[in-house]
């Protein structure tokens, strides 16, 4: 149990020069404090209380007078929370018990919140866990239902400073705001400081005589060093929390040269300008924060209008099927509004938020939740985004748009995501580590050789040195280049989880695709029933044996009846105990009959015995009759000769199906060997396949439908999901190719391999402009603003740099 400190009183002091222990800001007087710590308000005070008592003053250690201030701010009033309307509109998820909730915290700024946000179970044990998306501002938590409530969750968020920013009327609007208004003030300071400190030093600029004109020298210079101050503590600040959170955590980073940088250029100018001896250098201190602002600013609206792009327009490629006047349509996940009535089948998606009408609900909410027991819900219930029906058929009517960016936050869910370290991100982890440890040798050395020949010599190069010299390429190359690379792909329905994903595709030396529902497609696929005709009932339950399963061999059997009786639809008998076993085959019971439809080894009966044939299919048992198979010539899909000889020039390719053999010969070309190929193969023996490749050193790309490979794709070091009509969407997948673009994966490939070169240019573009800056810095041709205008250009132009590359390589390859 923490020590708590309880405030004490004593009489209040004036001390202007007093700032507040939580916040930084200057206290009025002491007269609000705790043993030695004083506060500028009771709220900040109490924050302080908060956290003290619960153990949690390890915030102040990451960063000192991180938290933000309370003066002047009352308690808002969140009974409005308590209103289940309103719970309802905001919370992603919840099963009575867990909830789940997205909040956007615009106060948000330092590696103190981030970790005072993801230690919120320890300030309220109603949380079970709380995770942060900084360049979002977002927060997602966890809370028991039990033990404490969403008013209550949020008035913790307000009394600790973080107050989210709920409003109603924006809920459909995903768009945030791109940055935290406090960084407009900070930039539109430096701005105004630049312009008028440049003004003031007139007297400098056009050469005015000391002797002579000494008033105005002095006047204006103390005039510029008042106007510099807020540039410094105020706009310039973030660099120097930023250096000390690295430094006490014993990390050099970028921040700290820049921070260095500010505060020489700040306490050299103001010892000459008191001291008479020159006039400083404060325009070029006011223009170097300026430009590092406007360069964060330009970095920040660029990768934002990528991700904006990217997470809010295009969807990912997976259909829904929308009941439109009593009809089965096939439509896209952008195209869904509330109220729309839509079927989900066994093992599919529910894409939004929505009201269970038919059918009987065993939502699977481990993609939300972590928990895989399925949760029952019947006809006017509740069901979220996110869960999965397992089971028959059921069809719900939507009550919220589809959410991009929530299904985005669940499949990045760490769960879901594989750890694994690239080349470019290994280069960008060495050279981040190594960067700054170099620029301040250099620029000591620079220091120590300039210094008994020139002092002014000496101190700006030593500050142009920690000015110019910038990682931030190293650091930009990957998330603008792969961001933008990113968009173009799902522009073109090719959807990628993140960035990782694009080195985990270039890195891969072996690929592994499923047969049926992948390079093999439903459509116009040749299907036809051997045995004796089925009567109309017998359909009838075949047809409601078939509709709940989105597997391509059962829906090409629907199909078929369709085709055979388009009424079959109005008189569909109700299946009791339907079951389908992944990859083999499904069964129900109707009344007194048992129809089982599947694998000769699901069927369980000797096949040859009874049908007199060995011809391999897909075969109809009812009760103990083995009535026919459907025998189904599947055709490849459109480019798959093209896809596999791209493939195979690249690395060896490998086939895996669950079906027969009875088509080794018409793949065997396609795949150059017998021993590429494996037939009969149940999900678990596709992973143990993929894992064998890996365990021979080989980084596996996986194409699947999703529906009996979901493990190898987890395993696969790349699992690309093939969609078609069907919502066969898994979170084990990486990425989400639309059947239609699948003659253009070629493409897609080369995109992406081409991009990962881009960023080793951009490596290289980074490294000539740091050796040329620097060899002028060094011999001190370089003054510290020019530095400061080059250094965020240099950022600048490795941003467009990457956008205009990335984008001229998906023109080439007409994307």
Avoid at 464 to 472: D, E, K, T
Avoid at 618 to 626: A, E, G, R
Avoid at 702 to 729: H, K, P, R, W
């Amino acid at each position: 149990m923490p020590e708590v400190e309880f405030a004490q009183v004593t009489e209040p002091t004036t001390a202007p020069d007093l700032s507040c222990y939580h916040c930084g800001e200057e206290c009025p007087d002491d007269h609000i404090h705790i043993e030695e710590k004083a506060f500028c308000c009771e709220g900040c005070k109490m924050v302080y209380e908060i956290l003290n008592t619960n153990g949690m003053c390890q915030y102040y250690d990451l960063d000192e007078k991180a938290g933000v201030s309370l003066r002047g701010k009352t308690r808002a009033e969140f009974a409005f929370l308590d209103d289940p309307e309103v719970k309802e509109r905001l919370i992603n998820y919840t099963d009575g018990e867990l909830t789940r909730v997205t909040f956007y915290l615009p106060q948000m700024h330092c590696a103190s919140c981030i970790w005072l946000l993801e230690n919120l179970y320890r300030l309220n044990e109603g949380v079970r866990n709380s995770s942060v998306n900084f360049p979002k501002k977002e927060v997602y938590i966890s809370y028991s239902e039990s033990k404490t409530t969403l008013r209550k969750v949020v008035e913790l968020l307000s009394d600790i400073g973080y107050e989210p920013a709920i409003t109603l009327s924006d809920l459909d609007n995903e768009e945030k705001p791109l940055v935290n208004r406090s960084f407009y003030y900070k930039l539109g300071v430096a701005g105004f400081a630049f312009g008028n400190i440049m003004l003031l030093s007139f007297p400098e600029y056009l050469g005015l005589e000391k002797e002579t004109d000494g008033f105005f020298y002095l006047l204006f210079g103390y005039l510029n060093i008042l106007l510099s101050i807020p540039v410094v503590l105020y706009s310039g600040r973030d660099y120097f929390t930023s250096a000390w959170t690295g430094l006490k955590q014993r990390q050099l980073t970028i921040d700290v040269p820049l921070a260095l940088g500010i505060a020489v250029l700040f306490l050299r100018s103001v010892y000459e300008i008191v001291t008479h001896t020159g006039a400083g250098f404060l325009d070029s201190l006011a223009g170097l924060v300026f430009f590092l602002l406007l360069g964060k600013w330009f970095q920040q609206k660029t990768y934002h209008n990528i991700s904006f792009e990217r997470d809010y327009k295009s969807y990912f490629p997976i259909a829904a099927t929308k009941k439109e006047n009593g009809e089965e349509v096939t439509i896209s996940l952008d195209k869904l509004q509330p109220g729309d009535i839509i079927v989900i089948r066994h093992k599919e998606l529910i894409p939004a938020d929505a009201v269970l009408l038919n059918g009987e609900g065993s939502i699977d909410y481990s993609f939300v939740t972590g928990e895989s027991e399925p949760v029952l819900r019947q006809s006017g219930e509740k069901i979220y985004a996110g869960g999965r029906q397992m089971g028959g058929a059921i069809e719900i009517s939507l009550t919220r748009k589809v959410s991009q960016s929530y299904l985005t936050q669940l499949w990045n869910d760490e769960v879901f995501t594989k750890k694994i370290e690239s080349n470019t991100s290994r280069i960008a982890n060495r050279i981040g580590k190594y960067f700054t440890t170099a620029i301040l040798l250099i620029g000591l050395g620079t220091l120590i050789y300039w210094l008994p020949k020139d002092g002014n010599i000496a101190f700006n190069a030593f500050t142009a040195v920690l000015i110019v010299a910038c990682p931030c390429a190293v650091a930009l190359a990957v998330p603008f280049i792969f961001g933008n690379v990113l968009r173009i792909l799902a522009r073109n329905k090719f959807y990628l989880k993140n960035t990782s994903v694009i080195e985990s595709i270039e890195e891969a030396d072996a690929v592994v695709f499923d047969k049926t529902g992948t390079i093999t497609q439903r459509q116009n696929s040749e299907i036809w029933f051997v045995g004796e005709p089925l009567s109309f009932a017998e359909k009838q339950m075949l047809y409601s044996l078939t509709a709940p399963s989105s597997h391509p061999v059962s829906r090409r059997v629907l199909e078929w009846l369709n085709e055979q009786d388009k009424h079959l639809a109005d008189h569909r008998a109700e299946p009791l105990n339907w079951h389908e076993a992944t990859g083999q085959g499904v069964e129900a019971v109707f009344g007194q009959r048992t129809l089982r439809l599947g694998s000769k080894d699901f069927i369980g009966r000797d096949i040859q015995e009874v049908l007199h044939s060995d011809d391999a299919g897909v075969f109809l048992q009812i009760n103990d009759s083995l009535r026919g198979y459907f025998r189904i010539d599947q055709r490849f899909r459109p480019g798959t000769q093209e896809a596999l000889q791209f493939f195979s020039q690249q690395a060896p390719i490998y086939l895996l199906s669950g079906d027969n053999d009875r088509e080794k010969e018409s793949v065997l070309p396609l795949f150059g060997s017998e021993d590429r190929l494996r037939f009969f193969q149940s999900p678990q023996d596709k992973l143990q396949f993929v894992k064998g490749l890996q365990n021979e050193g080989r980084k596996v790309m996986m194409l699947g439908d999703g529906l009996n490979d979901a493990g190898a794709l987890q395993q696969s070091n790349a699992g690309i999901v093939l969609a078609e009509d069907t919502n066969n969407f898994t979170p084990a997948c990486d990425a989400i190719l639309h059947s239609a673009q699948f003659r253009r994966l070629p493409d897609f490939v080369q995109l992406v391999r081409r991009s990962t070169k881009l960023v080793y240019y951009a490596y290289g573009l980074a490294f000539v402009y740091n050796v040329i800056g620097l060899s002028y810095a060094v011999q001190g041709l370089l003054s510290p603003v020019v530095a400061a205008i080059l250094m965020p250009t240099s950022s600048i132009t490795i941003v467009v740099f990457g956008m205009l590359s990335s984008n001229w390589l998906g023109r080439r390859l007409r994307l």
